[in-house]
């Protein structure tokens, strides 16, 4: 018997290992011995739809031939050599790596190869929620936990479909409503989350920051704010009042299409609530204006003192089981290592520690950048590790033929048949989850271990990977790490240097997290001190710029996109579990009924959805969603052949959920 910890959502529930199946662990925090459909199916995937051997090839063209990890190595290392310029090469990380290979990974790109360009795909889903922290208390802290939906009185969740992305969280949710908690659901789409909620808000794409900014003008107005807390702990309070009320309320509740009585509804909810936490994830982060919107939200807290204490606070719900770890690593182009920006001071911190003297000076290229400068011929190498970019980026068009462009793509993965495979010049064998060992964190905060249940096979981990071309690169010493919890002490070290050591994962004991978990920043957690030079939060005013594709009589509908509980990304492992193909298909298309019925369609009739960028055909489904508005899952491999590619100026972070598409009956198709 062992225990080990999922390796789907942040949720991060650990699961027992008997028998070659798998359960929740009562005594765990995280879950409380829940587990989810997805979850406890993974004991039946560790040997499916695996990647095996090393394989490489010339040209995309070619078909792969057999390779060896070391032929492999000596040839990454080679390449790299070559390279002249660093800004040339980029790796392409993944909330699916843990945070022992996070850290060798990013030890290497940034210390030893020189290059800035190592991102991830968590920069497509929480970078805009990593910025807005940051804007707000000084650094990418999430000041609620789990545990605190207990001592909640309201939970307001607005983009976010825990009965779906979350299941175990969200099963917690239910269990404090029976005690009196209210739950609030803000949603273009009445999902399964919505059917569970007190309050169900049917807000229409786009206005968000509205709504928020009017729930901050009625309560500023009705004296409904802690002006003790906003006096004592924040900043720039005045100006924000002044150009907050200088916006018009009646336009703003227009715009977002609700009536007075939904609006005045949720107002006395969030007014007469002594403790409210406010959860959010993709329907949030994934906009050019995700920063903004987790500023609006951010404003609401720091206005009405709901943060820094029990049953309080703005929760970022990551969706990845690192997701987390990731970005306390240092696993973002935007950051150097423990949450340390680039600056002088901290450039030298992080050289005199891994005692390397090519670090860069800047920020590097985030995800889609990296793909961009591709397009222009002007990236010769990037490493890809357990993650899918041509599937997952926007514009898929665009990125397919920049992909062709870049003369050497390594994908690392335990799985095969990618759609970035098509696109690799070598694939590199690793292992998956049940084989792999070391530590995560998962989206509270919460660090605790990973642990094998299965002999790798003679495969190696991902870390393991990073630090072959490491020491083929001639840096032995920097990468002659012997197991996983060798690199998690270095890391260990290393968080001594975030600022005023607030991540203190220093304290942490890798041999103890086997069996009890450990949180770290707990020493901030009931403070109102927040991590800005004078330790106040900032309100930041910000309103809503109408950024995202609009619709048109050419394209009149808005797609909105997200997973369905039983599916994860590709379905890489889940496509192979029957039991995870019966709740709902893999390739449909949600329509009002009215909006069907004005296009001649019919429930189950197969269309295709066409935008700008692209096309693709998926089975209707009528559903309870807002007039003009369609929703794809990502479980449809051609997801993002449809969405839009802009990016929030300030996270990077793609456009996902306002994509202007229209819909056609096959017959009547023109491109």
Known sequence: MSQTVCAYCGVGCKLEHINDTLKGVKEYPSNQGMSCAKGISQSKTVHTNRLLEVHCRDSIQESYRPSTYADSFQLIAEKIKQTANPDRIGFYLSGQMLNEDYYVANKLAKGFVGTANCDTNSRTCMASAVVGYKKSFGMDYVPVRMEDIEHCNLMILIGANTAEAHVVLHNKIKKAQKKGLKVVVIDPRFTLTAKNADLYIPLKVGTDIDLLNLLAIKLIKDDHIAYDFIKEHSNNFNSYKEKLLALDEKMLLERTQLSEDIFEALYRLFRQSKNIITAWTMGINQSVQGVDKNLAINNLHILTGQINKKGSGPLSLTGQPNAMGGREVGGLSTTLAVH????????????????S??????????????????????????????????????HRTFVEKAFKKIPLVVEINA???????????????????????????????????????????GLLQDWEVFAQIGKHLGHKKAFGFQSSKEVFEEYQEMTRLSYKSHLDIYKANYDALEHTPFI????????????TPDNKA????????????????????????????????????????????????????????KDAAALGINEDETVKIISVRGALKAKVVFADINPKTIFIPISHRDINYLTDDRLDPLSKEPDYNHSAVRIEKIEECTL
């Open 340 to 355: 340390l920006d680039y600056s002088e001071e901290n450039c030298q911190k992080v050289s005199d520690f891994w005692q």
């Open 415 to 457: 799985y095969q048949g990618s759609e970035t495979s098509k696109f690799a010049h070598i694939l590199i064998p690793a292992v998956p989850f049940g084989q792999k060992e070391g530590t995560q964190t998962n989206l509270d905060r919460t660090l605790t271990r990973v642990v094998a249940f299965e002999d790798k096979h």
């Open 520 to 531: 770290w920043g707990e020493a901030l957690y009931d403070k109102n001190e927040f991590l």
């Open 538 to 593: 900032n309100l930041l005013f910000v309103e809503n710029q109408n950024l995202s594709e609009q619709p048109s009589p050419a394209y009149p509908f808005i797609l909105l996109t997200g997973r369905t509980r039983d599916q994860w990304h590709t379905g890489s492992k889940t496509l192979y579990t029957d039991n995870l193909l019966k709740y709902k298909a893999l390739e449909f298309v949600e329509i009002h009924p």
């Open 357 to 394: 003297d090519t670090l860069p000076k800047e920020n590097g290229l985030t995800a889609f950048e990296m793909i961009e400068k591709a397009d222009k011929n002007e990236l010769d190498i990037l490493i890809i590790c357990h993650t899918d970019p041509v599937y997952h980026l926007p």
